[in-house]
């Protein structure tokens, strides 16, 4: 099992950095910066990030309070944080 957690960005902060691509971020404020998100949900899992984004877009667990996995949110997986990016997943430092 691998342990994983979701941040998805705070809510006052979500016109600014709220589904924006990696590339905007880097470009606009040079990271991504962990004090704009936070932590949603955390578990074990066997799963893959692309099976974690379908299960979250799908059969959410019950105590999941966040809104479904999407562009800007970051899942950190086993201790390496992912940034959901337009088109997949990419490392960042977080």
Do not use: H
């Not at 949603?40 to 099976?51: K, N």
């Amino acid at each position: 099992m691998k342990k994983y957690a979701i941040y998805q960005v705070k809510e006052e902060k979500a016109r600014d950095y709220g589904f924006c691509r990696l590339s905007n971020i880097i470009k606009w404020y040079g990271k991504v910066d962990k004090s704009n998100y936070d932590k949603v949900y955390e578990s074990e899992t066997v799963c893959t990030l692309e099976e974690l984004f379908e299960n979250f877009n799908t059969i959410k667990p019950a105590d999941f309070k966040g809104r479904s996995l999407s562009m800007s949110d970051v899942v950190i997986l086993d201790g390496v944080a992912y940034y959901c990016d337009a088109f997949g997943w990419e490392k960042i430092y977080f």
